[in-house]
């Protein structure tokens, strides 16, 4: 698949990989300049006029939710696909459609028929919609509800770029798994058999509202170094207008969204220049207006779907339809898992065509609650549940 233009993919080597630590601005020079080319095609402006308009009622956007294929060949696809065939993968790839995963229902519910679904569920953009001020990204109260009726009958996740305090905060639902940091901070059960050993730095148990839960944080000799470079940041962009430097425990956003665009490049210089002397932190950049500062480490969001699987003892289960709803480009290495594992498949919440490794779509946070309410809720008659599976849904 394609990625989007200004997608910084390629992960950048692992320290355990390498003997020194390298900076990935300096293996690839992210001057601010360049930085700058992609502040600009990232901001909502940029997108919409790209695409001329965006919503359900955009030819452009039509024809990028519909399917080249026809509805029961998608059909019979998307279930090869899921049970690990190649060809299929590729002729679902070569298609290079996103049908909204509301019309394709029904492929879905054929897809994880007598199998155990696992959710995973961005926040921003997924489950709050994207507003000016990041404090004010709150959740209804109605989308609450469809999340914790999600979680009563399947293992259901948060990931999020935030820290898991914060998201919690807006979230506050304990029945859920929750993956902060762009899934460096995650809390929940880790099970017996754990294949990312090598991965842990550590594993604490703790209590959380009266429960045991397991903390797994793969960054924490990064905390100091993250809580330094925020301060720096606060400080070097004071006097530009409308900059937030959020602190998001194991990496810091710049938000330059209520920035003016002839500031854009005093932001990603005074990023840059504060990063230049942090060879172990990189700079990534999200689809919506925000620098993401971040420790040079082998893990992401798509890391963190393939610990809570595992976790959850699903990662080795056949029968296990893991399905991850986002938004932002970081999710797009969680929906590269799902499609590489050829198990689930990811859902790209966007209003406007983009290219993704998601398989299907939704346009916005509406949609994705109602996806959830439909997917997990039995008076449908879609989907029943059954009584010996632990640990996750089945659909019979
Ligand atoms: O992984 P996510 O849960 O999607 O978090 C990604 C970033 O989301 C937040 O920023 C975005 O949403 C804000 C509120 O709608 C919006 O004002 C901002 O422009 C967006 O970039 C959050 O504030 C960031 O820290 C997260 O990294």
């Known amino acids: 698949m394609a990625n989007d233009s200004n997608c910084e993919y390629d992960d950048p080597p692992s320290p355990e990989k390498t003997k020194e630590p390298v900076s990935p601005l300096k293996l690839k020079p ?74 394709a229902f029904d492929q879905i519910v054929v897809c994880g028929k007598g199998k155990k679904m696992a959710l995973f569920l961005d926040y921003d953009g997924t489950l709050s919609p994207i507003v000016d001020e990041p404090d004010n990204a709150v959740m209804s109260d109605q989308m609450r509800e469809v999340v914790r009726n999600a979680a009563l009958h ?4 948060i990931v999020s770029g935030r820290s898991r305090d914060k998201v919690f905060d807006f979230v506050k639902l304990t029945e859920l798994y929750y993956a902060g940091s762009h899934g460096m901070d995650i809390m929940g059960p880790v099970g017996e058999h754990d294949s990312v050993t090598e991965h842990r730095r550590s594993i604490n148990s703790s209590k959380n509202q009266g429960k045991e839960v397991k903390i797994f944080q793969a960054a924490t000799e990064f905390l100091p170094m993250i809580d330094e470079v925020f301060r720096l940041l606060i ?29 854009w490049q005093l932001v990603a ?22 620098l993401e500062v971040r420790p040079v480490i082998d893990w992401n969001k798509g890391k963190a779907v393939e610990f809570l699987l595992d976790s959850l003892e699903l990662a080795n289960c056949k029968n296990v339809l893991p399905i991850y709803i986002g938004d932002d480009l970081t999710d797009e290495d969680a929906f590269k898992v799902l499609r590489d594992d050829k198990r689930g498949f990811g859902i790209l919440v ?47």
């Open 30 to 103: 992210l001057h601010a300049n360049g930085w700058l080319h992609d502040m600009k095609l990232s901001s909502p402006t940029a997108a919409l006029v790209s695409n001329g308009s965006s919503g359900s009622f955009d030819p452009t956007y039509r024809a990028w939710t519909v399917s080249l294929m026809p509805h029961r060949i998608l059909v019979v696809a998307v279930l090869i696909f899921v049970r690990g065939g190649t060809t299929v993968h590729l002729l679902l790839s070569l298609q290079k459609k996103y049908p909204s995963a509301l019309s």
């Open 154 to 157: 399947l293992p259901t996740a």
């Open 269 to 290: 210089e005074c990023t840059d220049d504060v990063l230049k002397v942090y060879p172990r932190l990189r700079l990534t950049h999200g689809r919506r207006v925000v």
């Open 235 to 263: 400080d070097k962009t004071k006097a530009i207008n409308g900059v937030k430097v959020e602190n998001n425990r194991f990496c810091v956003s710049v938000h330059y969204r209520n920035v003016e665009e002839k500031d």
């Open 350 to 396: 966007s209003s406007v065509p983009k290219e993704s490794h998601a398989l299907y779509s939704l346009m916005d946070p509406s949609e994705v609650g109602l996806m959830t309410y439909s997917a997990t809720v039995p008076c449908y008659g879609l989907l029943e549940e059954t009584s010996d599976v632990e640990g996750g849904r089945s659909i019979t």
